[in-house]
């Protein structure tokens, strides 16, 4: 969990740094999920990274952090939505197979 805590703080901080948009900085929290790989709670600017993430490779672990933090902007999966996430991540679309295709 420690190396967890790292890792994921590291990306999450170069991530939002880097974002184009004005966001709130979210708190992080790293928990085991079974059905997904993070969380985006608006409301209390919250983002949950599953614990699994850990063993996957970094561009995994950035693309769920972008789509979290993109969630901050649009809290659906509207066109609007999916263009902040390709404005940040262009390969979002291949990532995203193939985090679907390990599942």
Known sequence: LKRAKFIFKFELDKI??????????????????KTRYGVCNTKT????????LIKMDIKYIDYVIVHEL??????????????IV??????????RKELKDNE
């Open 86 to 95: 390709s404005e940040v991540m262009t390969d979002y679309k291949k990532i």
């Open 45 to 52: 600017k919250r983002v949950t990274l599953n614990l699994e």
């Open 70 to 83: 993109s969630h901050l902007i649009y809290a659906n999966h509207s066109k609007d939505f999916w263009k």
């Open 16 to 33: 939002y740094n880097s974002f184009p948009y004005e966001i709130p900085y979210p708190s992080l929290t790293i928990r085991s999920m």
